[in-house]
Protein backbone atom coordinates (compact mmCIF):
# COMPACT_ATOMS: atom_id res chain seq x y z
CA UNK A 1 0.00 0.00 0.00
CA UNK A 2 3.09 2.36 0.86
CA UNK A 3 4.53 2.35 -2.67
CA UNK A 4 1.04 2.34 -4.11
CA UNK A 5 -0.06 5.50 -2.43
CA UNK A 6 3.52 6.58 -3.08
CA UNK A 7 2.92 6.30 -6.60
CA UNK A 8 0.17 8.39 -6.56
CA UNK A 9 0.93 11.01 -4.41
CA UNK A 10 4.48 11.56 -5.75
CA UNK A 11 6.23 13.05 -8.92
CA UNK A 12 9.46 10.93 -8.53
CA UNK A 13 12.09 10.89 -11.76
CA UNK A 14 12.16 7.14 -12.25
CA UNK A 15 14.21 7.59 -15.49
CA UNK A 16 16.51 4.74 -15.57
CA UNK A 17 14.32 2.42 -13.73
CA UNK A 18 13.60 -0.94 -15.78
CA UNK A 19 10.42 -2.83 -15.28
CA UNK A 20 7.79 -5.51 -16.24
CA UNK A 21 4.53 -5.67 -14.20
CA UNK A 22 2.59 -8.87 -13.91
CA UNK A 23 -0.81 -8.52 -12.20
CA UNK A 24 -2.32 -11.13 -9.84
CA UNK A 25 -6.33 -10.77 -10.37
CA UNK A 26 -9.70 -12.57 -10.59
CA UNK A 27 -11.69 -11.86 -13.07
CA UNK A 28 -15.43 -12.15 -11.45
CA UNK A 29 -14.49 -8.99 -9.43
CA UNK A 30 -14.96 -5.87 -10.99
CA UNK A 31 -11.77 -3.85 -10.64
CA UNK A 32 -10.02 -7.15 -12.09
CA UNK A 33 -6.30 -6.31 -11.66
CA UNK A 34 -6.47 -2.46 -11.50
CA UNK A 35 -3.89 -2.51 -9.37
CA UNK A 36 -0.90 -3.81 -12.00
CA UNK A 37 -2.97 -2.03 -14.35
CA UNK A 38 -1.99 1.38 -12.62
CA UNK A 39 1.39 0.58 -11.61
CA UNK A 40 2.36 -0.31 -15.31
CA UNK A 41 0.69 2.47 -16.10
CA UNK A 42 1.95 5.09 -14.02
CA UNK A 43 5.91 3.99 -13.79
CA UNK A 44 6.03 4.87 -17.40
CA UNK A 45 4.72 8.43 -16.23
CA UNK A 46 7.61 8.56 -14.12
CA UNK A 47 9.95 8.09 -17.17
CA UNK A 48 10.84 4.33 -16.18
CA UNK A 49 11.64 1.92 -18.91
CA UNK A 50 9.03 -1.04 -19.48
CA UNK A 51 11.20 -3.72 -20.78
CA UNK A 52 8.14 -6.22 -21.27
CA UNK A 53 4.66 -6.16 -21.79
CA UNK A 54 2.04 -6.26 -18.75
CA UNK A 55 1.23 -9.35 -17.38
CA UNK A 56 -2.45 -10.09 -15.92
CA UNK A 57 -3.18 -13.59 -13.95
CA UNK A 58 -6.96 -14.38 -13.55
CA UNK A 59 -7.39 -17.07 -11.05
CA UNK A 60 -10.74 -17.74 -12.21
CA UNK A 61 -9.31 -19.53 -15.19
CA UNK A 62 -5.56 -20.54 -14.56
CA UNK A 63 -3.21 -18.00 -12.92
CA UNK A 64 -0.25 -20.19 -12.95
CA UNK A 65 -0.26 -20.83 -16.57
CA UNK A 66 -0.76 -17.09 -17.08
CA UNK A 67 2.36 -16.44 -15.75
CA UNK A 68 3.86 -19.13 -17.25
CA UNK A 69 3.26 -18.38 -20.73
CA UNK A 70 4.36 -14.54 -19.99
CA UNK A 71 7.60 -15.46 -18.53
CA UNK A 72 8.70 -17.75 -20.96
CA UNK A 73 8.13 -14.99 -23.55
CA UNK A 74 9.15 -12.26 -20.98
CA UNK A 75 12.96 -13.56 -20.24
CA UNK A 76 14.19 -13.75 -23.70
CA UNK A 77 13.27 -9.65 -24.00
CA UNK A 78 14.88 -9.18 -20.82
CA UNK A 79 18.53 -11.22 -21.79
CA UNK A 80 18.05 -9.14 -24.96
CA UNK A 81 17.90 -5.85 -23.20
CA UNK A 82 20.52 -6.51 -20.84
CA UNK A 83 22.70 -8.25 -22.94
CA UNK A 84 22.62 -11.45 -21.25
CA UNK A 85 23.19 -14.58 -23.02
CA UNK A 86 20.01 -17.03 -21.95
CA UNK A 87 21.25 -21.21 -20.99
CA UNK A 88 17.78 -21.93 -21.83
CA UNK A 89 17.61 -24.24 -18.91
CA UNK A 90 15.32 -24.33 -16.38
CA UNK A 91 16.97 -25.34 -13.63
CA UNK A 92 14.95 -26.61 -10.06
CA UNK A 93 16.40 -25.46 -6.92
CA UNK A 94 14.71 -26.26 -3.67
CA UNK A 95 14.28 -22.84 -1.27
CA UNK A 96 14.91 -24.77 2.07
CA UNK A 97 17.43 -27.49 3.31
CA UNK A 98 16.37 -30.26 6.01
CA UNK A 99 16.77 -31.24 8.97
CA UNK A 100 15.28 -33.74 11.02
CA UNK A 101 16.03 -34.47 14.88
CA UNK A 102 16.79 -37.94 16.36
CA UNK A 103 16.24 -36.22 19.72
CA UNK A 104 13.20 -34.05 19.80
CA UNK A 105 13.82 -30.45 20.35
CA UNK A 106 12.85 -28.30 23.37
CA UNK A 107 10.63 -26.08 20.39
CA UNK A 108 8.34 -28.06 18.85
CA UNK A 109 5.31 -26.30 17.07
CA UNK A 110 2.18 -28.47 17.37
CA UNK A 111 -0.21 -26.45 15.19
CA UNK A 112 0.36 -22.46 16.40
CA UNK A 113 0.62 -19.71 14.33
CA UNK A 114 3.35 -17.86 15.44
CA UNK A 115 4.02 -17.73 18.98
CA UNK A 116 5.17 -21.15 20.37
CA UNK A 117 2.41 -22.82 22.40
CA UNK A 118 0.01 -19.19 21.92
CA UNK A 119 -3.32 -21.56 21.99
CA UNK A 120 -2.10 -23.17 25.50
CA UNK A 121 -1.07 -19.27 26.72
CA UNK A 122 -3.52 -16.88 25.53
CA UNK A 123 -2.67 -13.31 25.40
CA UNK A 124 -4.27 -10.14 23.62
CA UNK A 125 -4.54 -9.47 20.73
CA UNK A 126 -6.22 -11.96 18.72
CA UNK A 127 -5.48 -11.72 15.02
CA UNK A 128 -4.61 -14.05 12.28
CA UNK A 129 -0.71 -14.74 13.32
CA UNK A 130 -2.26 -14.87 17.10
CA UNK A 131 -6.25 -16.36 16.84
CA UNK A 132 -8.33 -17.15 20.13
CA UNK A 133 -9.21 -20.55 20.91
CA UNK A 134 -12.92 -19.64 21.21
CA UNK A 135 -15.28 -22.76 22.81
CA UNK A 136 -18.25 -23.76 20.64
CA UNK A 137 -21.47 -23.12 22.54
CA UNK A 138 -24.25 -24.09 19.91
CA UNK A 139 -23.44 -25.62 16.62
CA UNK A 140 -27.07 -26.76 15.51
CA UNK A 141 -28.77 -27.63 11.84
CA UNK A 142 -30.62 -25.41 9.72
CA UNK A 143 -31.89 -27.60 6.87
CA UNK A 144 -35.23 -29.16 7.89
CA UNK A 145 -34.85 -32.23 5.37
CA UNK A 146 -32.89 -33.15 2.48
CA UNK A 147 -29.12 -34.28 2.02
CA UNK A 148 -27.36 -31.18 2.67
CA UNK A 149 -26.41 -29.87 6.16
CA UNK A 150 -26.08 -26.01 7.03
CA UNK A 151 -24.43 -25.26 10.25
CA UNK A 152 -25.45 -22.58 12.88
CA UNK A 153 -22.49 -21.96 14.62
CA UNK A 154 -22.13 -19.47 18.52
CA UNK A 155 -18.78 -19.03 18.99
CA UNK A 156 -17.64 -17.27 22.56
CA UNK A 157 -15.59 -14.52 22.63
CA UNK A 158 -15.94 -12.96 25.94
CA UNK A 159 -12.55 -13.61 27.35
CA UNK A 160 -11.17 -12.06 24.08
CA UNK A 161 -11.83 -8.55 24.44
CA UNK A 162 -12.14 -8.91 20.01
CA UNK A 163 -15.22 -6.23 19.09
CA UNK A 164 -16.90 -7.04 16.07
CA UNK A 165 -19.89 -5.21 14.06
CA UNK A 166 -22.44 -6.44 11.97
CA UNK A 167 -21.23 -7.22 8.35
CA UNK A 168 -17.56 -7.90 9.85
CA UNK A 169 -16.05 -11.78 8.58
CA UNK A 170 -14.88 -14.54 10.99
CA UNK A 171 -11.98 -16.57 10.21
CA UNK A 172 -11.59 -19.89 11.06
CA UNK A 173 -8.34 -22.04 11.19
CA UNK A 174 -9.01 -25.52 10.10
CA UNK A 175 -7.44 -28.53 10.38
CA UNK A 176 -7.11 -31.20 7.64
CA UNK A 177 -8.57 -34.75 7.68
CA UNK A 178 -6.79 -37.28 9.48
CA UNK A 179 -7.21 -40.27 7.25
CA UNK A 180 -5.43 -37.83 4.40
CA UNK A 181 -2.78 -36.54 6.36
CA UNK A 182 -2.00 -40.76 6.78
CA UNK A 183 -2.58 -41.77 3.18
CA UNK A 184 0.55 -38.51 2.64
CA UNK A 185 3.10 -40.33 5.12
CA UNK A 186 2.20 -44.22 3.69
CA UNK A 187 2.18 -42.78 -0.16
CA UNK A 188 5.63 -41.12 0.75
CA UNK A 189 6.59 -43.60 3.46
CA UNK A 190 7.65 -41.62 5.76
CA UNK A 191 7.26 -41.74 9.83
CA UNK A 192 4.97 -38.58 10.52
CA UNK A 193 6.42 -38.52 13.92
CA UNK A 194 9.48 -37.19 13.17
CA UNK A 195 10.24 -33.90 14.03
CA UNK A 196 11.97 -31.43 11.35
CA UNK A 197 12.52 -28.02 10.27
CA UNK A 198 12.98 -26.59 6.62
CA UNK A 199 15.88 -23.74 6.49
CA UNK A 200 15.89 -21.22 4.06
CA UNK A 201 18.39 -21.45 1.91
CA UNK A 202 18.93 -17.56 1.46
CA UNK A 203 20.38 -16.40 4.72
CA UNK A 204 19.34 -12.88 4.15
CA UNK A 205 15.67 -13.31 3.84
CA UNK A 206 13.86 -12.30 5.99
CA UNK A 207 11.78 -15.60 5.87
CA UNK A 208 13.76 -18.47 7.70
CA UNK A 209 11.16 -21.36 7.08
CA UNK A 210 7.71 -21.93 5.00
CA UNK A 211 5.71 -22.51 8.25
CA UNK A 212 6.57 -22.81 11.96
CA UNK A 213 9.47 -24.99 12.32
CA UNK A 214 10.03 -27.41 13.77
CA UNK A 215 7.99 -29.64 14.03
CA UNK A 216 6.31 -33.11 12.84
CA UNK A 217 5.25 -34.25 9.40
CA UNK A 218 2.18 -34.98 11.01
CA UNK A 219 1.76 -31.29 11.94
CA UNK A 220 2.90 -29.58 9.00
CA UNK A 221 -0.02 -31.80 6.68
CA UNK A 222 -2.99 -30.89 9.45
CA UNK A 223 -2.07 -27.61 10.43
CA UNK A 224 0.29 -25.78 7.86
CA UNK A 225 -0.08 -27.44 4.41
CA UNK A 226 -3.17 -27.30 1.36
CA UNK A 227 -3.60 -30.86 0.73
CA UNK A 228 -6.77 -30.71 -0.52
CA UNK A 229 -6.53 -28.18 -3.35
CA UNK A 230 -5.57 -29.07 -6.78
CA UNK A 231 -2.02 -28.48 -6.82
CA UNK A 232 -0.93 -25.82 -9.37
CA UNK A 233 1.35 -27.12 -12.78
CA UNK A 234 5.05 -26.45 -10.71
CA UNK A 235 4.19 -29.16 -8.14
CA UNK A 236 3.70 -31.82 -10.72
CA UNK A 237 7.04 -30.98 -12.21
CA UNK A 238 8.61 -31.68 -9.11
CA UNK A 239 6.38 -34.53 -8.76
CA UNK A 240 7.60 -36.06 -11.88
CA UNK A 241 11.42 -36.22 -11.09
CA UNK A 242 10.32 -38.98 -8.18
CA UNK A 243 8.11 -41.28 -10.73
CA UNK A 244 9.73 -44.47 -11.58
CA UNK A 245 7.38 -45.45 -14.30
CA UNK A 246 8.07 -43.68 -17.26
CA UNK A 247 4.84 -43.07 -18.37
CA UNK A 248 3.53 -41.57 -15.26
CA UNK A 249 6.90 -39.63 -15.27
CA UNK A 250 5.94 -38.21 -18.93
CA UNK A 251 1.78 -37.53 -17.57
CA UNK A 252 3.06 -35.26 -15.06
CA UNK A 253 6.09 -33.94 -17.10
CA UNK A 254 3.56 -32.81 -19.93
CA UNK A 255 0.90 -31.72 -17.40
CA UNK A 256 3.09 -29.19 -16.30
CA UNK A 257 4.51 -27.80 -19.73
CA UNK A 258 2.68 -24.79 -21.45
CA UNK A 259 2.04 -26.59 -24.42
CA UNK A 260 -2.09 -26.85 -26.08
CA UNK A 261 -1.88 -31.04 -24.90
CA UNK A 262 -0.37 -30.22 -21.48
CA UNK A 263 -3.07 -26.91 -20.75
CA UNK A 264 -5.84 -29.19 -21.98
CA UNK A 265 -4.86 -32.94 -20.11
CA UNK A 266 -4.17 -30.52 -16.75
CA UNK A 267 -7.26 -29.08 -17.50
CA UNK A 268 -8.86 -32.25 -18.14
CA UNK A 269 -7.43 -34.51 -15.56
CA UNK A 270 -6.54 -31.92 -12.60
CA UNK A 271 -9.08 -29.27 -12.85
CA UNK A 272 -12.00 -31.07 -14.08
CA UNK A 273 -11.50 -34.55 -12.22
CA UNK A 274 -10.58 -32.15 -9.40
CA UNK A 275 -7.51 -34.00 -8.05
CA UNK A 276 -5.60 -33.17 -5.31
CA UNK A 277 -2.12 -34.67 -4.26
CA UNK A 278 -3.79 -37.38 -2.75
CA UNK A 279 -5.61 -38.59 -5.44
CA UNK A 280 -2.02 -37.94 -7.80
CA UNK A 281 -0.07 -40.41 -5.40
CA UNK A 282 -3.04 -42.45 -5.22
CA UNK A 283 -3.38 -42.72 -8.75
CA UNK A 284 0.45 -42.75 -9.44
CA UNK A 285 1.72 -45.11 -7.63
CA UNK A 286 5.07 -45.07 -8.82
CA UNK A 287 5.67 -41.33 -7.23
CA UNK A 288 7.50 -41.29 -3.96
CA UNK A 289 8.42 -38.11 -3.19
CA UNK A 290 10.35 -37.25 -0.24
CA UNK A 291 7.86 -35.55 2.18
CA UNK A 292 10.07 -32.89 3.11
CA UNK A 293 10.48 -31.81 -0.63
CA UNK A 294 6.19 -32.13 -0.86
CA UNK A 295 6.06 -29.66 2.58
CA UNK A 296 8.15 -27.12 0.39
CA UNK A 297 5.82 -27.27 -2.45
CA UNK A 298 2.20 -27.28 -0.91
CA UNK A 299 0.64 -24.03 -0.51
CA UNK A 300 0.14 -22.51 3.49
CA UNK A 301 -3.39 -24.13 4.49
CA UNK A 302 -5.13 -20.43 4.76
CA UNK A 303 -7.88 -19.80 7.25
CA UNK A 304 -11.67 -19.59 6.03
CA UNK A 305 -13.31 -16.77 6.30
CA UNK A 306 -17.25 -16.58 7.05
CA UNK A 307 -19.64 -13.51 7.00
CA UNK A 308 -20.71 -12.84 10.47
CA UNK A 309 -24.52 -13.64 10.73
CA UNK A 310 -24.46 -11.88 14.06
CA UNK A 311 -25.11 -7.96 15.46
CA UNK A 312 -22.77 -7.17 18.74
CA UNK A 313 -26.09 -5.52 19.83
CA UNK A 314 -27.44 -8.37 20.47
CA UNK A 315 -24.47 -10.76 20.91
CA UNK A 316 -21.43 -9.17 22.56
CA UNK A 317 -20.14 -11.98 23.83
CA UNK A 318 -20.31 -13.99 21.11
CA UNK A 319 -20.22 -14.18 17.32
CA UNK A 320 -22.40 -16.62 15.16
CA UNK A 321 -21.68 -18.23 11.59
CA UNK A 322 -24.24 -19.98 9.18
CA UNK A 323 -22.07 -22.18 7.25
CA UNK A 324 -23.26 -25.30 4.78
CA UNK A 325 -21.25 -28.23 5.00
CA UNK A 326 -19.33 -29.08 1.93
CA UNK A 327 -19.05 -32.65 0.29
CA UNK A 328 -19.82 -33.93 -3.56
CA UNK A 329 -18.73 -36.52 -5.56
CA UNK A 330 -15.73 -35.99 -7.92
CA UNK A 331 -15.92 -37.19 -11.52
CA UNK A 332 -13.95 -40.10 -11.06
CA UNK A 333 -16.27 -41.09 -8.23
CA UNK A 334 -14.15 -39.94 -5.14
CA UNK A 335 -16.14 -38.11 -2.24
CA UNK A 336 -14.49 -34.21 -1.72
CA UNK A 337 -15.10 -32.40 1.92
CA UNK A 338 -14.58 -29.23 2.54
CA UNK A 339 -11.81 -28.55 4.98
CA UNK A 340 -13.38 -26.20 7.32
CA UNK A 341 -17.41 -27.29 7.59
CA UNK A 342 -16.51 -31.06 7.60
CA UNK A 343 -13.95 -30.29 10.93
CA UNK A 344 -16.58 -28.15 12.25
CA UNK A 345 -19.73 -29.76 11.65
CA UNK A 346 -18.15 -32.79 14.32
CA UNK A 347 -17.92 -29.81 16.58
CA UNK A 348 -21.02 -30.89 18.48
CA UNK A 349 -21.57 -29.18 21.98
CA UNK A 350 -22.54 -32.30 24.81
CA UNK A 351 -24.02 -31.94 27.72
CA UNK A 352 -21.30 -32.71 30.39
CA UNK A 353 -18.51 -32.76 27.99
CA UNK A 354 -15.68 -29.94 27.54
CA UNK A 355 -17.32 -27.48 25.00
CA UNK A 356 -15.45 -28.37 22.01
CA UNK A 357 -13.07 -25.21 20.32
CA UNK A 358 -11.51 -23.54 17.10
CA UNK A 359 -8.65 -20.72 16.63
CA UNK A 360 -10.48 -17.79 15.29
CA UNK A 361 -10.30 -13.81 14.64
CA UNK A 362 -12.29 -11.06 13.48
CA UNK A 363 -11.45 -9.34 10.07
CA UNK A 364 -13.14 -6.13 9.64
CA UNK A 365 -15.19 -5.25 6.80
CA UNK A 366 -16.34 -2.63 4.52
CA UNK A 367 -19.95 -4.32 4.39
CA UNK A 368 -22.06 -1.48 6.96
CA UNK A 369 -25.27 -0.63 7.33
CA UNK A 370 -25.93 3.07 6.94
CA UNK A 371 -25.26 5.12 10.17
CA UNK A 372 -28.55 6.39 10.18
CA UNK A 373 -31.32 3.82 11.15
CA UNK A 374 -33.99 5.71 8.95
CA UNK A 375 -32.03 5.46 6.04
CA UNK A 376 -34.04 2.35 3.92
CA UNK A 377 -32.37 -0.48 2.31
CA UNK A 378 -32.21 -3.59 0.31
CA UNK A 379 -30.27 -6.92 0.93
CA UNK A 380 -29.95 -9.30 -1.50
CA UNK A 381 -28.96 -13.03 -0.34
CA UNK A 382 -29.44 -16.31 -1.57
CA UNK A 383 -28.81 -19.42 0.54
CA UNK A 384 -26.20 -18.41 2.71
CA UNK A 385 -25.70 -14.85 1.50
CA UNK A 386 -27.96 -14.31 3.97
CA UNK A 387 -25.45 -14.45 6.93
CA UNK A 388 -24.48 -10.68 7.06
CA UNK A 389 -28.35 -9.63 6.32
CA UNK A 390 -29.29 -11.60 9.73
CA UNK A 391 -27.17 -9.23 11.12
CA UNK A 392 -28.21 -6.50 10.06
CA UNK A 393 -31.94 -6.93 10.63
CA UNK A 394 -31.14 -7.41 14.59
CA UNK A 395 -29.48 -4.47 14.71
CA UNK A 396 -32.15 -2.59 12.90
CA UNK A 397 -34.73 -4.59 15.24
CA UNK A 398 -32.81 -2.97 18.68
CA UNK A 399 -32.66 0.46 16.95
CA UNK A 400 -36.52 0.13 16.93
CA UNK A 401 -37.06 -1.45 20.08
CA UNK A 402 -34.75 1.89 21.76
CA UNK A 403 -37.35 4.13 19.94
CA UNK A 404 -35.35 5.28 17.13
CA UNK A 405 -36.88 6.04 13.57
CA UNK A 406 -36.18 3.09 11.08
CA UNK A 407 -36.29 3.19 7.21
CA UNK A 408 -37.58 0.75 4.97
CA UNK A 409 -36.21 -2.99 5.64
CA UNK A 410 -36.23 -5.17 2.75
CA UNK A 411 -34.73 -8.37 2.37
CA UNK A 412 -34.58 -10.53 -1.55
CA UNK A 413 -33.87 -14.59 -0.11
CA UNK A 414 -34.15 -17.66 -1.94
CA UNK A 415 -33.29 -21.09 -1.70
CA UNK A 416 -34.46 -24.65 -3.26
CA UNK A 417 -37.61 -25.57 -1.02
CA UNK A 418 -39.83 -23.72 1.28
CA UNK A 419 -39.71 -27.32 4.13
CA UNK A 420 -36.12 -27.63 3.01
CA UNK A 421 -33.50 -24.80 3.30
CA UNK A 422 -35.35 -21.78 4.43
CA UNK A 423 -32.77 -20.37 6.78
CA UNK A 424 -33.42 -18.42 9.70
CA UNK A 425 -37.34 -19.19 8.58
CA UNK A 426 -39.05 -18.52 12.18
CA UNK A 427 -37.06 -15.39 13.30
CA UNK A 428 -37.53 -13.94 9.71
CA UNK A 429 -41.12 -14.15 9.83
CA UNK A 430 -41.36 -12.71 13.25
CA UNK A 431 -39.26 -9.73 11.89
CA UNK A 432 -41.66 -9.54 9.12
CA UNK A 433 -45.11 -9.94 11.48
CA UNK A 434 -43.30 -7.21 13.72
CA UNK A 435 -43.49 -4.95 10.84
CA UNK A 436 -39.64 -4.31 10.49
CA UNK A 437 -38.77 -6.55 8.18
CA UNK A 438 -40.38 -6.41 4.12
CA UNK A 439 -39.82 -10.17 2.35
CA UNK A 440 -38.92 -11.12 -0.67
CA UNK A 441 -38.84 -14.72 -1.00
CA UNK A 442 -38.28 -17.42 -4.45
CA UNK A 443 -38.12 -20.64 -3.50
CA UNK A 444 -36.48 -22.17 -6.84
CA UNK A 445 -37.76 -25.56 -6.99
CA UNK A 446 -41.33 -25.88 -5.10
CA UNK A 447 -43.09 -25.08 -8.78
CA UNK A 448 -42.36 -26.39 -12.35
CA UNK A 449 -40.25 -23.10 -13.29
CA UNK A 450 -37.53 -21.75 -11.64
CA UNK A 451 -37.59 -18.79 -9.57
CA UNK A 452 -34.64 -16.88 -8.18
CA UNK A 453 -34.03 -13.60 -6.27
CA UNK A 454 -33.17 -11.98 -9.96
CA UNK A 455 -36.19 -12.72 -10.64
CA UNK A 456 -38.17 -10.96 -7.60
CA UNK A 457 -35.97 -7.88 -8.78
CA UNK A 458 -37.34 -7.48 -12.09
CA UNK A 459 -40.52 -7.64 -10.61
CA UNK A 460 -40.17 -5.53 -7.43
CA UNK A 461 -38.74 -2.74 -9.94
CA UNK A 462 -40.22 0.02 -8.82
CA UNK A 463 -39.63 -0.59 -5.27
CA UNK A 464 -36.30 -0.96 -5.91
CA UNK A 465 -36.00 2.49 -7.92
CA UNK A 466 -37.77 4.02 -5.35
CA UNK A 467 -35.13 2.81 -2.40
CA UNK A 468 -31.68 3.99 -4.34
CA UNK A 469 -33.40 6.52 -6.69
CA UNK A 470 -35.91 8.57 -4.73
CA UNK A 471 -35.08 8.18 -0.64
CA UNK A 472 -31.03 7.59 -1.18
CA UNK A 473 -31.28 4.11 0.54
CA UNK A 474 -28.37 1.40 0.40
CA UNK A 475 -28.86 -1.78 -1.93
CA UNK A 476 -26.26 -4.75 -0.51
CA UNK A 477 -25.57 -8.08 -2.23
CA UNK A 478 -23.72 -11.23 -0.69
CA UNK A 479 -23.35 -14.18 -2.15
CA UNK A 480 -22.12 -15.95 -5.51
CA UNK A 481 -20.03 -13.86 -7.17
CA UNK A 482 -20.13 -15.84 -10.37
CA UNK A 483 -23.29 -15.62 -11.73
CA UNK A 484 -25.88 -14.41 -8.90
CA UNK A 485 -23.96 -11.16 -8.08
CA UNK A 486 -23.44 -10.45 -11.64
CA UNK A 487 -26.86 -11.19 -12.77
CA UNK A 488 -28.44 -8.80 -9.59
CA UNK A 489 -25.95 -6.35 -10.75
CA UNK A 490 -27.15 -6.36 -14.34
CA UNK A 491 -30.67 -6.04 -13.28
CA UNK A 492 -29.83 -2.95 -10.50
CA UNK A 493 -28.56 -0.74 -13.78
CA UNK A 494 -31.27 -2.24 -16.12
CA UNK A 495 -33.97 -0.43 -13.25
CA UNK A 496 -31.78 2.53 -12.70
CA UNK A 497 -31.71 2.62 -16.42
CA UNK A 498 -35.83 2.30 -17.26
CA UNK A 499 -37.08 3.74 -14.13
CA UNK A 500 -34.30 6.94 -14.04
CA UNK A 501 -34.75 7.54 -17.58
CA UNK A 502 -31.54 7.07 -18.17
CA UNK A 503 -29.25 6.38 -21.10
CA UNK A 504 -26.45 2.89 -20.18
CA UNK A 505 -23.65 5.29 -19.20
CA UNK A 506 -25.64 7.17 -16.81
CA UNK A 507 -26.96 4.92 -15.58
CA UNK A 508 -23.63 2.91 -15.34
CA UNK A 509 -22.41 6.62 -13.58
CA UNK A 510 -25.13 6.59 -10.91
CA UNK A 511 -24.00 3.02 -9.93
CA UNK A 512 -20.38 4.07 -9.56
CA UNK A 513 -21.27 7.01 -7.70
CA UNK A 514 -23.17 4.60 -5.01
CA UNK A 515 -20.78 2.43 -4.97
CA UNK A 516 -18.08 5.36 -4.42
CA UNK A 517 -20.70 6.72 -1.30
CA UNK A 518 -20.66 3.31 -0.13
CA UNK A 519 -24.63 3.04 -1.29
CA UNK A 520 -24.01 -0.11 -3.11
CA UNK A 521 -21.93 -2.58 -0.99
CA UNK A 522 -21.27 -6.54 -1.87
CA UNK A 523 -19.82 -9.27 0.29
CA UNK A 524 -19.11 -11.95 -2.52
CA UNK A 525 -16.98 -14.94 -3.21
CA UNK A 526 -15.93 -17.27 -6.14
Known sequence: ??????LQNGDADLTGLNYAVFGLGNKTYEHYNKVAIYIDKRLEELGATRVFDLGLGDDDANIEDDFITWKDKFWPVVCEHFGIESTGEDISIRQYRLQEFDEIPDRVYTGEMARLHSLRNQRPPYDAKNPFLAKIKVNRELHKTGDRSCMHIEFDIEASKMRYDAGDHLAVYPVNSSQLVEKIGKYCSKDLNTVFTLINTDEESSKKHPFPCPCTYRTALTHYLDITQNPRTHVLKELAEYCTDPAEKEKLKLMASTSPEGKALYQKWIINDNRNIVHILEDMPSCQPALDHLSELLPRLQPRYYSISSSPKLYPNTVHITAVVVEYTTPTGRQNKGVATTWLSKKIPKEGEELPTAPIFIRKSQFRLPTKPQTPIIMI?????????????????????????????????????????????????????KGLLKLHLAFSRDQ???????????????????????????????????????????????IIQEKGQMTEQQAQAFLKKMETQKRMSADVWS
Not at 1 to 6: H, V
Not at 388 to 406: H, L, W, Y
Not at 408 to 415: E, R, S
Open 448 to 494: PQKVYVSHLLEKESDEVWKVIGENNGHLYICGDAKSMAADVRNIVLK
Open 1 to 6: MEFYEW
Open 381 to 433: GPGTGLAPFRGFIQERDNSKEEGKAVGDTILYFGCRKKSEDFLYEDELLAYEN
